[in-house]
């Protein structure tokens, strides 16, 4: 699924979360952005998606593994990989970024860069604070939903 960097995220959803920015939602017939990484962004990017207990930014997860549709890739090193989205805090108060666990392959295979505030909000995560990407997922979409 293709959506533009620092769109409002809609990901299979019938409305927009304006408060969550798509990064990496890369497709084969779109050209992206590319060069190199900052020095440590992927160590950075692996950290938090490995990160478990009070701190989890993984969310949507799926049983499967999800192909890259750029090379075919599907296996990686890191389990996750390919099987949810990384869910990143924006340094704004209540923001997110939104970014299929494939932009670690992305980044390190297809010389993709994200958007440089994905990539500030990125060092900036602190992972010994609480945060569940999935619960906050919940919330903004249970928010959006109408009334029964």
């Not at 900052?38 to 192909?67: K, M, T, W």
């Not at 993709?112 to 979409?141: R, S």
Request: hydrophobic share 40%.
């Amino acid at each position: 699924m293709y959506y533009d960097d620092l769109t409002s995220y809609e990901y299979y959803l019938p409305f927009k979360l304006p408060d969550v920015l798509n990064v990496g939602w890369l497709a084969t017939d779109h050209a992206f952005a590319k060069a190199d990484a900052p020095a440590g962004l992927l160590d950075r990017l692996q950290q938090i998606l490995r990160a478990e207990g009070n701190f989890s930014a993984r969310v949507n997860p799926i049983r499967g593994i999800h192909p890259c549709h750029h090379c075919g890739a599907r296996q990686f090193q890191h389990p996750h990989i390919g099987s949810c989205e990384i869910w990143i805090p924006s340094q704004k108060a209540e923001n997110y970024f939104a970014a299929p666990s494939l932009i670690i392959h992305y980044i390190e295979e297809h010389n993709y860069i994200p958007p440089q505030n994905f990539i500030d909000a990125v060092f900036q995560v602190d992972t010994t604070v609480h945060f569940d990407g999935q619960t906050v997922y919940d919330n903004l979409v249970q928010a959006r939903m109408p009334a029964a």
